[in-house]
């Protein structure tokens, strides 16, 4: 496992391009390396908007055929189900030298890389350094005033709790986020908070959100609310605003 750059380590982390085998190394140092959580934390964040605008688009086996014969000493299927060597002849197993273009490792991170380019292009259609805009967004404080975490409204089922402070949550409870859209419809969950983090919500579908929309976070029961309405202390609650 890589140590030496750990904010290139979390990256790739986050975007899933490790080898199995350091990925475990990975989630086994992360309980007790504070520069390591802090590094995953603030990639996870930046990919945000990244994961919140794709749309996974499935690639055809066609488009793989058509891939795969290009990738140097690596075997091809032919039209007649056989397999062919493209370029030098490929060495026998078990005598691949570390530096060997043809290692599974090589071959992961080429289809890795492609797989990756086909995404965005067909998901994004527009610059990676547009961030989407939430529609509204809220400062929640606790009792005394304090701002513990902000969250922002993108509408269309999606949510962005951010933490300020680190809330303590008990053995066998979770942090539940909720709105009240109307006092008609009364308040809604957005979500769970499984860690205390910030985290990306997937809320159900609810109209609009609206300047002055009340956000808040509660203490619940482990897997959340029994009754679908707020039952345990607010840790900290807020009025939305219209971004400028």
Same mark, same amino acid.
């Given at each position: 496992?890589?140590?030496?750059?750990?904010?290139?380590?979390?990256?790739?982390?986050?975007?899933?391009?490790?080898?199995?085998?350091?990925?475990?190394?990975?989630?086994?140092? =992360?309980?007790?390396?504070?520069?390591?959580?802090?590094?995953?934390?603030?990639?996870?964040?930046?990919?945000?908007?990244?994961?919140?605008?794709?749309?996974?688009?499935?690639?055809?086996?066609?488009?793989?055929?058509?891939?795969?014969?290009?990738?140097?000493?690596?075997?091809?299927?032919?039209?007649?189900?056989?397999?062919?060597?493209?370029?030098?002849?490929?060495?026998?197993?078990?005598?691949?030298? *570390?530096?060997?273009?043809?290692?599974?490792?090589?071959?992961? *991170? *080429?289809f890795g890389g492609m797989a990756a380019t086909l995404?965005?292009?067909?998901?994004?259609?527009?610059? =990676?350094?547009?961030?989407?805009?939430?529609?509204?967004?809220?400062? =929640?404080?606790?009792?005394?005033?304090?701002?513990?975490?902000?969250?922002?409204?993108?509408?269309?089922?999606?949510?962005?709790?951010?933490?300020?402070?680190?809330?303590?949550?008990?053995?066998?409870?979770?942090?539940?986020?909720?709105?009240?859209?109307?006092?008609e419809m009364g308040p809604v969950s957005l979500g769970l908070l499984d860690e205390a983090r910030s985290?990306?919500?997937?809320?159900?579908?609810?109209?609009?959100?609206?300047?002055?929309?009340?956000?808040?976070?509660? =203490?619940?029961?482990?897997?959340?609310?029994?009754?679908?309405?707020?039952?345990?202390?607010?840790?900290?609650?807020?009025?939305?605003?219209?971004?400028?």
């Amino acid at each position: 496992m890589r140590v030496d750059d750990v904010h290139t380590l979390a990256d790739d982390y986050v975007l899933g391009l490790l080898e199995q085998a350091d990925e475990m190394a990975v989630e086994a140092e =992360l309980p007790h390396n504070i520069d390591l959580q802090r590094a995953v934390a603030s990639a996870r964040d930046r990919f945000l908007p990244l994961d919140m605008t794709v749309t996974p688009v499935a690639v055809s086996a066609t488009l793989w055929a058509q891939i795969e014969p290009r990738l140097g000493g690596e075997q091809a299927t032919v039209a007649d189900g056989t397999r062919a060597t493209s370029g030098a002849q490929a060495s026998p197993i078990g005598h691949q030298t *570390a530096n060997d273009n043809a290692a599974t490792r090589w071959r992961r *991170a *080429a289809f890795g890389g492609m797989a990756a380019t086909l995404l965005l292009a067909a998901g994004l259609g527009f610059s =990676l350094t547009r961030t989407p805009e939430p529609v509204v967004v809220a400062v =929640l404080v606790n009792e005394n005033g304090t701002a513990q975490a902000v969250v922002e409204d993108f509408g269309s089922n999606r949510a962005v709790v951010r933490l300020l402070e680190d809330l303590a949550v008990p053995a066998g409870r979770t942090m539940q986020v909720w709105t009240l859209p109307s006092r008609e419809m009364g308040p809604v969950s957005l979500g769970l908070l499984d860690e205390a983090r910030s985290a990306r919500l997937n809320p159900p579908s609810l109209p609009r959100p609206q300047n002055a929309q009340l956000y808040e976070i509660t =203490l619940e029961p482990e897997g959340g609310s029994p009754t679908g309405r707020p039952t345990g202390p607010i840790l900290a609650k807020g009025l939305a605003r219209l971004p400028r």
